[in-house]
Nanobody, 127 residues
Framework: QVQLVESGGGLVQAGGSLRLSCAASGRTFSHYAMGWFRQAPGQEREFVAALTWIGGGTYYADYADYVKGRFTISRDNAKNTVYLQMNSLKPDDTAVYYC?????????????????WGQGTQVTVSS
C-alpha cells in the first residue's frame, strides 16, 4: 500500500515561513517525480512545484510562477521524504497543500499525471 502523508501546515502571518513535509511509504520513490499542488476554497487544484528525476542522481525542479523565488522543493531519498519550504508567504497562498508522486518525466504540472496523492495539509496565511 503506497501512502503519502503530508505534515507541517498551519497558521502563519503574511511574510512568514512554513516547511511542509511529505513522507512516502510502500515503495522507494527515488526515481519518482514528486510534486506539490494546492487547492484554495472554491478553486481548482493548481500546480505549485515538482522535483523530477532526470537520471544520474540528478533532479530537475520546476515552480509555478506565483511561487517562484519564494518556495523551494527538495527531497531526502534516504528518508523517502519531499519538502516544500515556503517563505514570504502571502494570504493568497492559503490553501490545502497536497503532495503527489508519479512515474513521469514530463507534464509534471498536470495533476492527472500523478499516481499517488496525500490527504493534504492546510496552510493559512493571515494578513
Amino acid at each position: 500500500q503506497v501512502q503519502l502523508v503530508e505534515s507541517g501546515g498551519g497558521l502563519v502571518q503574511a511574510g512568514g515561513s512554513l516547511r511542509l513535509s511529505c513522507a512516502a511509504s510502500g515503495r522507494t520513490f527515488s526515481h519518482y517525480a514528486m510534486g506539490w499542488f494546492r487547492q484554495a476554497p472554491g478553486q481548482e487544484r493548481e500546480f505549485v512545484a515538482a522535483l523530477t528525476w532526470i537520471g544520474g542522481g540528478t533532479y530537475y525542479a520546476d515552480y509555478a510562477d506565483y511561487v517562484k523565488g519564494r518556495f523551494t522543493i527538495s527531497r531526502d531519498n534516504a528518508k523517502n521524504t519531499v519538502y516544500l519550504q515556503m517563505n514570504s508567504l502571502k494570504p493568497d497562498d492559503t490553501a490545502v497543500y497536497y503532495c503527489a508522486a508519479g512515474e513521469l518525466s514530463t507534464d509534471w504540472d498536470r495533476e492527472g499525471r500523478y499516481n499517488y496523492w496525500g490527504q493534504g495539509t492546510q496552510v493559512t496565511v493571515s494578513s
